[in-house]
């Protein structure tokens, strides 16, 4: 069965150190998210690809963080340096194109220390 | 901006009765979709309601939207302790920004 790929699963990561996340989308979804879930609370999209292009990084607190999905395929989302406050779990999401149901990846767990 | 806002939050029942979480969403969403999350795992896709009236039904839960009263429900019949989990509704709004808006979830406990 087809599923999103994300790596590490769990990361530990001293405060202004950087740290990259992966993701792998289903095969032949253009639309590709990064959300990120606070513990206790719902996910919030940081960031949406459309192919290779961004769509809606709004909520993207850019000063620290960076996506990209250079070939549209996979996606790496980088923080640096990260924050105490950036502890979270950040799941990928992808979908066949805009508005299409949207399938998630294990997540990756982000403690930092 | 799409806001959604669920209820109850903190959900505690006992095994074989019923009950209801609600979701309200602020302004039109072409979409509403209802997600289970295990301790720990990611989002798992449970129902995607495309219209007015929709109703689908898997095993002992149900769900329907009424897009008037701008509403969603998720109905939990003769729950199981395998249905503890939280579960999320999320909206779509469409338009240029169409990522999924979420609700802060429902923390479903169901006690033997």
């Known amino acids: 069965e087809a599923e999103v790929a994300q790596s590490p699963r769990y990361k530990i990561t001293e405060k202004s150190q950087a740290v990259a996340f992966w993701c792998d989308p289903i095969?032949?979804?253009?639309?590709l998210y990064w959300y990120r879930q606070i513990l206790g609370q719902g996910p919030e999209l940081l960031v949406q690809?459309?192919?290779?292009?961004?769509?809606?990084d709004s909520q993207l607190p850019k000063d620290r963080f960076s996506a990209e999905r250079l070939k549209g395929v996979d996606s790496t989302l980088k923080i640096q340096p990260a924050e105490l406050g950036d502890s979270a779990m950040y799941l990928c999401?992808?979908?066949?194109?805009?508005?299409?149901?949207?399938?998630f990846g294990q997540g990756t767990r982000l403690t930092v220390v | 901006e799409l806001k959604v806002e669920q209820n109850p939050l903190f959900l505690s029942m006992q095994e074989g009765k019923n009950y209801t979480i609600y979701c309200n969403y602020s302004?039109?969403?072409?979409?509403l979709y209802w997600y289970r999350q295990d301790p720990g795992k990611s989002l798992e896709s449970l129902f995607v309601l495309l219209s007015n009236g929709a109703v689908k039904q898997e095993g002992r839960l149900m769900a329907s939207l009424d897009t008037k009263a701008r509403l969603s429900t998720l109905h939990i019949t003769a729950a199981v302790h395998d249905l503890s989990a939280t579960y999320f509704c999320?909206?779509?709004?469409?338009?240029?920004?169409?990522?999924?808006?979420f609700g802060k979830g429902t923390h479903l406990i169901i006690q033997p």
């Open positions: 302004t039109t969403s072409d979409r």
């Open positions: 999401a992808s979908s066949l194109g805009r508005g299409f149901e949207a399938f």
């Open positions: 999320a909206g779509y709004s469409g338009g240029g920004a169409d990522g999924l808006t």
């Open positions: 095969s032949g979804h253009a639309t």
């Open positions: 690809f459309q192919d290779e292009s961004v769509v809606d």
